[in-house]
């Protein structure tokens, strides 16, 4: 199945979308029909299909929906969307760590949920990404985290050095059901795709405790949040970050504060010349009354021209020029995503790896791959330095094992060894340009 947006797909976003933005007061009354589209479906399945993930509270995975027939299961699902029969299934709820400590709630909807969320998403997503504001960059079709982190780059160094380094508390978990149904109505009224939308809000969430025990929350009494892990969630979640953005402009807070917001869904900084602690006042009131609160002891007001600032995984402000002293305003990967990246090699290079080393390579090389290219802005060479640092040790030592090497290895494993002839994928020539072996 291909996951390319197949064109008479594209040729309705693009109409969806032309008139929203022509119209920005226009209603939209007809869509459930398009959600049920069997080539909708069709397309929505392949691309839950390819985003992989757990079975639901169900069981069923997407080996044994193929293995009954898929045609013959998307037609039973399109069958219930037309008799208005669909409901959800409850959400199960799994606890997985949270990278500075502590646990973060993840839902996962059934494959059955997932696919009609792809559905609704790929129909709605083009009506309110005509609204969203320009200075959200999280979650959108065209835009990322590196132009988000390229533009707070670009305003610190335009003078914009009085941050609000804010964080709010739970965003996902505190959304107003009804201020959030407010904002979808303002731009769909179609009666079936609204009660579509609060039947996944209200979906129960299923938990069980380390003894199996299973315990049942939200349902129909739930007036707050919208589970992440949801297909649909990340959407909802910038609609309802929206309000405040839009906000912020159409009351020029920009112009009386001198300031900008950079955000990626509910991770936001506002960037003030000079008056940060005024922009912050009005931020707190404002999430007040938009039923959401600020993690007061996440939240700080920075001069980046002295101390820095974590943002979207990278550390803003001050910088030392190592060749000659002299202080900058910089942006590079900061020392958590070091850490996290450190780990997660560890983890890949423990004794129990008892893989074909080509095989371990390419998966170490996978995760460097991939983090370099997320990393590859601003000061990255120290970052990318320590990184190459701690591979070559936790190789050497791995193969160490596996040989049964009576030494260090130092002599058998040099580093020029680890990233020659051995393949592994050394950043620092990832910043100087690629050799042979990245390729692989």
Same mark, same amino acid.
């Given at each position: 199945?291909? &996951?390319?947006?197949?064109?008479?797909?594209?040729?309705?976003?693009?109409?969806?979308?032309?008139?929203?933005?022509?119209?920005?007061?226009?209603?939209?009354?007809?869509?459930?029909?398009?959600?049920?589209?069997?080539?909708?479906?069709?397309?929505?399945?392949?691309?839950?299909?390819?985003?992989?993930?757990?079975?639901? +509270?169900?069981?069923?995975?997407?080996?044994?929906?193929?293995?009954?027939?898929?045609?013959?299961?998307?037609?039973?699902?399109?069958?219930?969307?037309?008799?208005?029969?669909?409901?959800?299934?409850?959400?199960?709820?799994?606890?997985?760590?949270?990278?500075?400590?502590?646990?973060?709630?993840?839902?996962?909807?059934?494959?059955?949920?997932?696919?009609?969320?792809?559905?609704?998403?790929?129909? &709605?997503?083009?009506?309110?990404?005509?609204?969203?504001?320009?200075?959200?960059?999280?979650?959108?079709?065209?835009?990322?985290?590196?132009?988000?982190?390229?533009?707070?780059?670009?305003?610190?160094?335009?003078?914009?050095?009085?941050?609000?380094?804010?964080?709010?508390?739970?965003?996902?978990?505190?959304?107003?059901?009804?201020?959030?149904?407010?904002?979808?109505?303002?731009?769909?009224?179609?009666?079936?795709?609204?009660?579509?939308?609060?039947?996944?809000?209200?979906?129960?969430?299923?938990?069980?405790?380390?003894?199996?025990?299973?315990?049942?929350?939200?349902?129909?009494?739930?007036?707050?949040?919208?589970?992440?892990?949801?297909?649909? *969630?990340?959407?909802?979640?910038?609609?309802?970050?929206?309000?405040?953005?839009?906000?912020?402009?159409?009351?020029?807070?920009?112009?009386?504060?001198?300031?900008?917001?950079?955000?990626?869904?509910?991770?936001?900084?506002?960037? *003030?010349?000079?008056?940060?602690?005024?922009? &912050?006042?009005?931020?707190?009131?404002?999430?007040?009354?938009?039923?959401?609160?600020?993690?007061?002891?996440?939240?700080?007001?920075?001069?980046?021209?002295?101390?820095?600032?974590?943002?979207?995984?990278? *550390?803003?402000?001050? @910088?030392?020029?190592?060749?000659?002293? @002299?202080?900058?305003?910089?942006?590079?990967?900061?020392?958590?995503?070091?850490?996290?990246?450190?780990?997660?090699?560890?983890?890949?290079?423990?004794?129990?790896?008892?893989?074909?080393?080509?095989?371990?390579?390419?998966?170490?090389?996978?995760?460097?791959?991939?983090?370099?290219?997320?990393?590859?802005?601003?000061?990255?060479?120290?970052?990318?330095?320590?990184?190459?640092?701690?591979?070559?040790?936790?190789?050497?030592?791995?193969?160490?094992?596996?040989?049964?090497?009576?030494?260090?290895?130092?002599?058998?494993?040099? *580093?020029?060894?680890?990233?020659?002839?051995?393949?592994?994928?050394?950043?620092?020539? +990832?910043?100087?340009?690629?050799?042979?072996?990245?390729?692989?």
């Amino acid at each position: 199945m291909s &996951l390319q947006t197949p064109e008479k797909i594209r040729t309705l976003q693009r109409k969806l979308y032309r008139k929203a933005k022509a119209e920005p007061v226009f209603r939209f009354y007809l869509l459930y029909d398009k959600i049920h589209r069997a080539d909708i479906l069709a397309h929505a399945y392949a691309l839950a299909r390819a985003n992989g993930g757990a079975a639901g +509270v169900d069981g069923v995975t997407f080996a044994a929906i193929e293995a009954a027939g898929r045609e013959e299961w998307l037609a039973g699902l399109r069958k219930d969307l037309e008799d208005r029969t669909y409901r959800p299934a409850p959400v199960r709820r799994v606890m997985i760590p949270k990278p500075g400590g502590g646990e973060r709630p993840l839902g996962i909807p059934t494959i059955r949920d997932r696919v009609v969320q792809t559905a609704a998403k790929l129909v &709605l997503e083009p009506i309110f990404e005509a609204d969203l504001d320009p200075a959200a960059y999280g979650y959108r079709l065209g835009r990322s985290g590196s132009e988000a982190i390229e533009a707070v780059h670009a305003w610190l160094c335009r003078g914009y050095t009085d941050v609000v380094d804010a964080d709010l508390s739970s965003y996902f978990d505190t959304i107003p059901h009804d201020a959030l149904m407010q904002s979808v109505a303002r731009r769909v009224v179609d009666r079936h795709v609204l009660r579509l939308i609060k039947l996944w809000l209200r979906a129960p969430v299923e938990q069980r405790d380390s003894d199996g025990n299973r315990r049942m929350t939200g349902g129909k009494a739930g007036r707050v949040g919208t589970p992440q892990g949801g297909v649909i *969630s990340p959407l909802l979640a910038n609609l309802y970050m929206n309000r405040f953005l839009k906000h912020w402009r159409g009351t020029g807070r920009g112009e009386a504060y001198r300031a900008v917001v950079v955000a990626y869904a509910d991770d936001f900084v506002i960037l *003030s010349r000079g008056q940060a602690a005024e922009a &912050l006042a009005w931020t707190r009131q404002v999430m007040t009354r938009l039923g959401l609160s600020l993690h007061e002891t996440k939240t700080a007001i920075r001069d980046a021209r002295r101390e820095r600032f974590d943002f979207l995984g990278y *550390s803003f402000g001050s @910088h030392r020029f190592r060749k000659d002293g @002299h202080w900058y305003l910089g942006a590079s990967p900061s020392t958590t995503s070091v850490k996290r990246l450190k780990t997660k090699v560890s983890e890949i290079l423990v004794p129990a790896n008892t893989a074909p080393w080509l095989e371990v390579r390419d998966r170490l090389n996978r995760l460097l791959r991939g983090w370099s290219g997320y990393f590859g802005y601003g000061t990255r060479m120290p970052a990318y330095r320590a990184i190459d640092n701690h591979v070559s040790a936790r190789v050497r030592r791995f193969l160490c094992r596996r040989h049964k090497v009576p030494s260090q290895g130092t002599r058998r494993f040099p *580093s020029e060894a680890v990233f020659g002839a051995l393949g592994v994928l050394q950043l620092r020539r +990832v910043h100087l340009g690629a050799t042979p072996w990245d390729l692989r």
